[in-house]
């Protein structure tokens, strides 16, 4: 494997970035360390930026080297990456981008506290490893020119990568993947709608003979834009124009539901839910074998305010006023 690393600065000295090839991580360190007069130190280690191609052909050893070191904590940013993310360094060195690692990890930073992006850490990716009820997942960014870009969701069948959930359905696998999640804004260009300030819970309910699962998701927040010829200062049409919004939220995540099911994979760690205080009803393996061919079905419950009182073919000046809907 070809080994990376951006020595960083001492003193005054510029950055730059250093690169070995081999066959084991701590045999990259070895070499990297005769690259520099001075000894890298593993505890600094922030993030870890994966190639799409190591990726799909399996994570075990990197993961397991990473765990193993004392120095390395459990909290570091893992990601897949597709393109040269070494010409991008290089490349943002040269434009005397100095901070350009600070950058990406203070950006890692923000989209973990925001968490409206898949922001993955050692720690949770190994804790989905071995879950036999779940399996893991990482956040995809791409190397487009001067950019670092978010392009979704990888997900894992193990320690492999074997798909990726891109926008616009990434914000769909968001609110399946967690209990309830803040988003600043969901724009939905198929029904030319925008809400903003989303809050959105679900919650994951199983037959009693495990053959059937409902998964409920609601959405509250406000309307940010929505196509001209609704008029939502009339009930009736609102009702229908929410009715629309709902069964477009549940195509979109039934249709996520089937893609991860056809694959034999549980990112959204359904299996979780069939345990009881004092009931399994399925090992892990059985688990696996089950889940493709349950019966899903989502739920879905928008709740909105400030829907305006604007009609069609009338100013987008209109006064705006407040309806509670539900």
């Known amino acids: 494997m070809q080994v990376s690393t951006i020595i960083p600065p001492l003193k005054k000295e510029q950055k730059r970035v250093v690169t070995t090839q081999a066959a084991l991580m701590e045999e990259g360190r070895y070499k990297l360390d005769h690259k520099y007069y001075r000894e890298m130190k593993n505890g600094q280690l922030r993030m870890v ?17 990473l765990i193993l070191d004392p120095e390395i904590s459990d909290r570091i940013f893992l990601a897949v990456v597709e393109g040269d993310m070494i010409g991008y360094l ?21 989209h973990e506290k925001q968490r409206e992006l898949t922001i993955i ?23 487009e020119g001067n950019d670092f870009v978010y392009k979704g969701t990888a997900l894992f069948q193990d320690d492999r990568m074997i798909d990726v959930i891109r ?3 990434d914000l769909y696998f968001q609110m399946l993947s967690r209990k309830n999640r803040q988003l600043k804004i969901i724009p939905m260009p198929a029904m030319e709608t925008a809400i903003g300030e989303v809050y959105t819970t679900r919650h994951i309910r199983f037959s009693r003979s495990f053959r ?27 009702a229908s124009w929410v009715r629309s919004l709902e069964s477009h939220v549940e195509s979109e995540m039934n249709r996520l539901i089937r893609r991860i099911q056809s694959q034999s994979i549980d990112p959204i760690s359904a299996g979780k839910h069939t345990l009881g205080l004092a009931s399994r009803p399925f090992s892990g393996d059985k688990w696996r074998q089950r889940w493709p061919h349950i019966q899903v079905r989502v739920k879905a419950h928008v709740n909105l305010e400030n829907m305006g009182t604007l009609k069609p073919g009338k100013s987008r000046f209109t006064p705006r006023h407040n309806y509670n809907l539900f």
């Open 49 to 65: 930026l994966i190639s799409k191609t190591l990726a799909r052909k399996g994570l075990i050893n990197v993961i397991n080297t």
């Open 90 to 110: 290089n490349d943002q060195l040269q434009r005397r981008q100095e901070q350009i690692d600070f950058y990406l990890y203070r950006m890692m930073s923000h």
């Open 121 to 143: 850490n050692l720690h949770q990716f190994m804790e989905k490893l071995y879950d036999p009820y779940a399996d893991p997942i990482m956040p995809l960014f791409s190397v």
């Open 167 to 169: 926008p616009p359905e």
């Open 212 to 238: 059937e699962v409902r998964i409920d998701v609601t959405l509250k927040g406000r309307v940010e834009e929505y196509k001209e010829n609704t008029n939502l200062s009339d009930s009736a049409d609102t």
